[in-house]
């Protein structure tokens, strides 16, 4: 079983910065592709930004230039640091992993840490 802790949201004014970790337990880790996804009231989640286990990174349009994925697989952390945050980032971002291990496909959540970018 893996578990993915999220932690380091708040309230931040517009402009501000945050950074998200996501903690992983179990040794999936350093082999998945990690993700940070967001859902604001009365929307769908979608995709922020996804970080494979070799480094390629790939972000949301809405995001890029702002937000920068990284990850530290000896501490099985996945980060998020947002700058320039706007009112319209405001959501729960939830952390993702997900890959294959001899052909069987996984995929975990974490539990959300929300995020709220307010004057």
């Known amino acids: 079983q893996v578990q993915l802790v999220e932690s380091g949201g708040g309230l931040v004014q517009p402009g501000g910065s945050l950074r998200l970790s996501c903690a992983a337990s179990?040794?999936?880790?350093?082999?998945?592709?990690m993700g940070w996804y967001r859902q604001a009231p009365g929307k769908q989640r979608e995709l922020v930004a996804t970080?494979?286990?070799?480094?390629?990174?790939n972000y949301a349009d809405s995001v890029k230039g702002r937000f920068t994925i990284s990850r530290d697989n000896a501490k099985n952390t996945l980060y998020l640091q947002m700058n320039s945050l706007k009112l319209e980032d405001t959501a729960v971002y939830y952390c993702?992993?997900?890959?294959?291990?001899?052909?069987?496909?996984?995929?975990?959540w974490g539990q959300g840490s929300q995020v709220t970018v307010s004057s």
């Open positions: 993702n992993a997900n890959g294959g291990i001899m052909n069987v496909r996984y995929e975990y």
């Open positions: 970080i494979t286990g070799g480094g390629s990174t």
């Open positions: 179990g040794s999936i880790f350093s082999i998945s592709t």
